[in-house]
């Protein structure tokens, strides 16, 4: 198995060997290790939908300690959140697992159809909490796309300089896209695609609909006859999209569901190729242990086809 | 052959020898080597109008070091990308063939009459790289024009110092322009100068159409008889417009089409002293024995004319 | 004479000798060297107008050396353009004539009420380019004029600590301003004296005409009886505005036209005590003998003035 | 077992949690992961005693990549080794092991009473190289101890900051010293001070005698009753003098020597509460059969007292 | 063939694409391209001898631009040079052949036990110059190597990050070492060992003699029945001591004498594996044909045995 990490590792050429260390480090942690698949516990909710939205549900995740003890017990490969609850704990679980800062944030006290995040960390503070990567967001389809892409553009520099992976979540949203149109098949495929082109090392996108957004782009989905039934054939489509699957690219779990309705994307995300998963609410919204066994059995999915 | 690089060369003099010897490596390489023409791959499109519509034609295309290959196969002078892809491939190809970091670049999930577009890579990142060169798009005609042409001021002046040659895109479009008005000869030429001023050292635009969009130019054109009817006439008078034929203009090959509608073309660009072609889709979106096929009849033209 | 060149640069007490060095060469340059009088090619039409309107109708204009050749065989005290212009011919010329490099320049693909130039070069590239001056455009009168006061307060202090003088083109232009009161006497004598108090070395207006624009203007006007009857009245002062005749302004020529309107306003100019004339396209859109007799005549007319 | 990482990490309390996840790291991998004892291998015997002396007796060491696949296949915690070393193979092990970057060196090309090392890399280094820690030698002693523990003061303050260990080769020597007396037990444990003084997270130094140099010293040892007769005392004395066993103290192993001498060694660091050993000769002048062998044998010794 | 320079390429896994340009640029370029050997002139005599001493011999020699043309004529893989002699021929040769900026020099007008060379150009002049890569004297031995050892470092950490190779000339020499010393196997072997854990790319050493130096070497030369009766056998030991032959090791050819001498030891470096040899004395003191006849002969020798 850890031949397809090695191999994973050779397609960051251009990287340095810090990097790699990283890179190496997710990926060779948790239930997951060197299977080159990869589950993420991501805890940004409480800065982008408010405390009680996110933790009210299961009250002990309001305590920052309780989401690096969640990811190191039910296995994950890293934990990702912004500075403050990086911050409250990194001290007690400094290298007991990869942590990935959340470099930028929103809120959701100020709505805006174009959506920009603040940034609020840096680079220095991953290294100071000893973090494995840095994570950014950019909304493509935002009329502020360009300053987060230019922002992410000097961050990145900077981050792999000194040795940091630099993972992305690309989420299409704002003025330029449907609300449907955000999680359609040739957007999720075009964000992954950007967050390629811009550096970035491990890529989160949204699992897929069927939708076309784009006439643009359905006139070559048709014409090309690219598969796009099945979440699994959706899913391949957007790691070829991501150079041709030389980048590692999971996907987000989305807002709580049941566990039947997560198991069957997993299973989907996984038939096609996916690289893993970054689970947040469906993970610390149930209670510990149910939120641990259902992390393993997503863990045993990808296993399975690793 | 070799005098007619040392011609061009000697037009740069306010360059430093990093500078020549650059732009010496492009002019030195491939099928044109010697001939002062060139003819280079750009494969930006990923970034700009997504996977699908980019690859989806010739799917190997998805893979970023198919480009390289692709390029050094056909014989290309340099080859141009994003971060993304240059890095992807950088460590394996590195020295076989120059490259052309893009530095910005804009996506088509948000669009606006006034286009602009975001900087996603850096002058370091060009060195660090190993590139011959940095690309930049500038969009005269739109009203974010002054963000442009201030930012590519700075990156030129730091590419310049550290010894790389700066590539500028020069394609009008915006709220101060008709579509047609966008390839229109006296917008064309307006555009070749432009990039010119700012002190690019290659010059890349469309070819032009006999359309004339400005009244105040139109007048002038019309009292000075300046020849306009064939494209020979019109990349001749673009030529003109770029300091009398002292700096290097390349022409883009646009949307992907049938064989001898792009031969047709480049014989236009090549009986007008055109300094050859900048050609993605034409290329790319082929099979690969067609696309070489294509780039090397495109070469044979313009070494034809050298 | 050459005291009169002394006394021109001790009004220049704060600004170190570097400043005066190049002050002086240019006013010890050409025809006029010694007589505190300049005449000064510019050519930033290219980028300003298009490459057809500006050089169509002498197509040897096309090429920029053919200005620094102008330049030099007409006697000028310096040439003035954009950096590629510059850059295109720095190294053949250099050190034959003081050259200004423009550092903002706009382009007409996109018009706007509130013009602001886009920053199109830096005192390192007048630097390493043996640059006597810096040129700067100000358009008093824009809603953006602030920023291009800021940007020009920065550049000036950089050059003027750099040695370099700083010659300001101040062309009222903008929502704050009627058409024809870009050129009114009241509008003129204030972008003078803006000009002069942003720290200008060297100052460019219009001949003003004797329209009068704010009303809280021609009450003074007329209660203290300004005159401004006569372009040469005009002059003096606007003259007179620039700190009493403590700082060296000139005038444009404007578009071309007839050789006695030329001539005429040039002895309104001269009689008004103006210090001289920058003539684009009055010289370069004539042939280069025309252009160059004009251009001594004008010389001549300063000449017997001074 | 991993309560024992723990407690020592509780030490540290001033240092980001940065660094604590590279000790963690260090403290972590290997046979002894775990255990809080340690046992690198170090390797800058090339650039200290050249390298036919240090790789001839087992020529497979000239190779760079040896030392890395030594060091893992014998289960150590860590590889230390300068720029060069590090580099040759950081690309293939990065992740596989931490590494230790030796930032100074000394060769033998030149002998001086008063050694000083040369500084030979950089904190940016090792953030590029993926490396856990910086190493640094000081020879108190010297009379150029304070250039030594100037620079060092530097670059650990830079190391702390962006999460790197300390780790301080304290090796007593020079002009302020008797040849004996550099491994004399009252040095050898203000030689230990001095590096926990200094703010070393890892403190290596030799294993002391029972000589006591210093007079002054002598007649506290002496009313004091300091137990000293046996290493083990020796080695309690000295842990106790690096902040009463708050530091990590390891001990060097000295030239090659046989297997009974070395773990006759061993047994008495161990006994004495040493946290462990960096054997470099003794483990790469053997066959890596060999050197295996008694690595894990040496691993033993320790676990067995943790 | 070019699979060996991948081959070497391969060995600088933590370098980045910008220095594995310019190592392939070295080794792609004349007559040994894709062999992996390679044949380096460098003229910084001129600095370190004298004029007369350096270029009397052959007056042509004292033009700078004689060398940059002879190292083209005889097929050379680079020409090295102090600042003056690139910058004199850098803007006519830009681009045609390789450049190794020398940035540090000794004159011979102040003599010293141990040498220090004085540091004379950077980083940027070898960017702005067009050039692959930097070169560094070392003199091991010296009282000063610290300083230049310190030096070295930055310089080179500088130049990697901006895709510059680093070519070490490791000269044993100083209060530490006999004369004959100098030049004596251990010593030469451990040169080689200090530029590569210094992070050299290339390193330059002068051939060995049969001599042993130090006693401490001596003793592990006899033990281990290190071959050295050959200069082939001293060479094989060198390139064995600077990481097993996984750094680039060429030989000098010092002192100007009779084309046998000088094929006799070529046959030597050769068969004992050496990447090849840097002459200048040897090439430029004799006449240019004569010199380019003997070079290309030593070029073959190489070449027979790649």
């Not at 491990?202 to 784009?214: C, D, Y």
Request: charged share 20%; aromatic share 8%; hydrophobic share 40%.
């Amino acid at each position: 198995m850890a031949n397809r990490v090695d191999e994973i590792l050779s397609w960051y050429g251009s990287d340095n060997p810090g990097v790699l260390k990283n890179l190496r480090w997710m990926m060779e942690t948790g239930t997951l290790a060197g299977t080159g698949k990869m589950v993420i516990l991501p805890v940004d909710q409480g800065f982008e939908h408010g405390p009680a939205r996110s933790f009210a549900k299961n009250a002990p995740g309001y305590d920052p300690l309780y989401h690096y003890q969640l990811a190191i017990d039910a296995g994950c490969n890293a934990y990702a959140a912004p500075l403050g609850f990086i911050e409250a704990g990194a001290r007690q679980f400094a290298g007991r697992i990869p942590t990935i800062l959340k470099l930028n944030n929103s809120d959701s006290l100020y709505s805006s159809d174009d959506p920009c995040p603040a940034i609020t960390g840096s680079v220095d503070d991953a290294l100071r909490l000893g973090c494995a990567a840095i994570g950014y967001t950019i909304y493509p389809g935002s009329s502020h796309r360009n300053e987060m892409y230019g922002d992410l553009r000097a961050i990145a520099e900077e981050a792999k300089a000194a040795g940091l992976a630099v993972v992305v979540w690309s989420y299409p949203r704002g003025g330029g896209l449907s609300k449907d149109g955000e999680t359609s098949i040739d957007v999720a495929a075009y964000a992954a695609q950007i967050a390629a082109q811009l550096g970035a090392h491990v890529i989160k996108v949204k699992p897929p609909t069927a939708l076309i957004e784009q006439d643009a782009a359905r006139k070559v989905y048709e014409s090309e006859g690219i598969k796009i039934d099945t979440l699994a054939d959706r899913v391949s489509h957007v790691i070829q999209s991501a150079f041709d699957g030389r980048r590692i690219v999971i996907f987000s779990g989305g807002a709580a569901k049941g566990e039947d309705e997560v198991l069957e994307e997993i299973k989907g995300i996984a038939d096609g190729g996916g690289f893993g998963s970054i689970m947040g609410r469906n993970s610390f919204q149930r209670s510990k242990s149910d939120g641990i066994k259902l992390l393993q059995t997503v863990m045993q999915i990808y296993k399975d086809t690793a």
